[in-house]
């Protein structure tokens, strides 16, 4: 019987379990920290052995497979051991895809992922049998064993993708490119531009890549590589002959002679970003061979993500908006340039190496004022310091959102786009842009 340890008790560790279970593996789920009551209780109830608040070696090391939470880095000595030690390391997407025949759809991007892949899924589920996974809901593996949906739209992140073997999804899409996660690559951007095409690296030309052709980073990468994939590109500025333009305010979507032209004014998402989300996931719906009708449709009622530009309340003409999911410089720069008033910005949270400087014409033009929110605010505060009148800093939601409340005035906007990761203040995003949430709704 084959042992499979996995390191890390939570959504994708404790699905990946189940999965592995019910395939015959000896299973041990190892967690460092303290694993959820509710996965504790699915770990005991199909009676998987488990342990928390360390990793017993002798346990971990006669593995045959080990699958890994992607919050774990490589250069956790257990891991390097692993390594050492010639045992395969994966993550859950590559486990999990071996048991299901279903057509994958793999988004990948360091911004738009989230969206591009809820609204594919939501125009896909209109006609198609299809579960949403990856980096989002109910872990990949887990749905495999309960439903195994015949098309999965799987957001994955680059954590995901450096533990793939053969992992191919059959529809790759790669939003952008723009620097993150780099405290995780050695601080080398080519280091992470390379994780992200590695969604790519077992395609073949009867697969498909779908990527934004307006990105640098990702035209550069394609002046010294190449894929086996067919490749479809969408753009904001030029004319695709095979792939996704916009242009005259429609887009249009061209593949093998078939075409489809949509009015981008209906569309449900407003900024620019969201017209590339919509391209991205149209294009999915389109060679999947889902109606017209119904793309258009579920483009103009598609309700957004959570904690993602999501306007939360108005009070006293003051517009509450919750964008907590923009973790990185590039998502708050998406966020800032859609703003069309006077805006009081929250920014602040753990500093993954950020260069601000991509923002400066935003600020300089639209925020009247800039609350930090995080254990150190001091980068932040020398960057932005001669930019604005007002400056605070705090490290209480509530106090942040209170203090917004008195700058602001009729006819602007508070923004909380942190631009940084939560985990210096906050459990996650989520439960950053609820805080944010319930301070607004108790002002």
Known sequence: MKRLVILGGGESGVGTALLAKAKGFEVFVSDKGVIKEKYKNVLIHNEIEWEEGQHTESKILNANLVMKSPGIPDKVPLVKQLRANGILIVSEIEFAAKYTSATLVGITGSNGKTTTATLTHHILKQELNVGLAGNIGDSFAKQILEEDYKNYVLEISSFQL?????????????????????????????????AKFRIAENQTKDDYLIYDADDEVIADWFKNNSVQSTLLPFSLTKTIENG????????????????IIMPASNLAL???????????ASTVAHLLKIRKQTIRESLENFQGVEHRLEQVLKINKVQYINDSKATNVNATYYALESMDTPTVWIVGGQDKGNNYEELFPFVN??????????????????????????????????????????????????LLSPACASFDLFENYEDRGRQFKNAVRNL
């Open 162 to 194: 450096d533990d793939i073997v053969d992992f191919k999804p059959h529809i790759a899409i790669i939003t952008n490119i723009t620097p993150d996660h780099l405290d995780r690559y050695d601080y080398k951007f080519e280091n992470y531009i390379a």
């Open 244 to 259: 996704a333009y916009f242009k005259n305010n429609n887009i249009t979507i061209t593949i093998d002679n078939n075409q």
């Open 270 to 280: 407003e900024g620019k970003h969201n017209i590339k989300n919509a391209m991205a």
């Open 365 to 414: 033009e639209k925020v009247k004022a800039i609350i930090c929110l995080g254990v150190d605010n001091e980068k932040l505060l020398h960057t932005f310091g001669n930019m604005v009148d007002i400056i605070v800093e705090t490290q209480f939601m509530s106090e942040a959102v209170k203090i917004a409340y008195k700058i602001a005035e009729s006819g602007d906007s508070v």
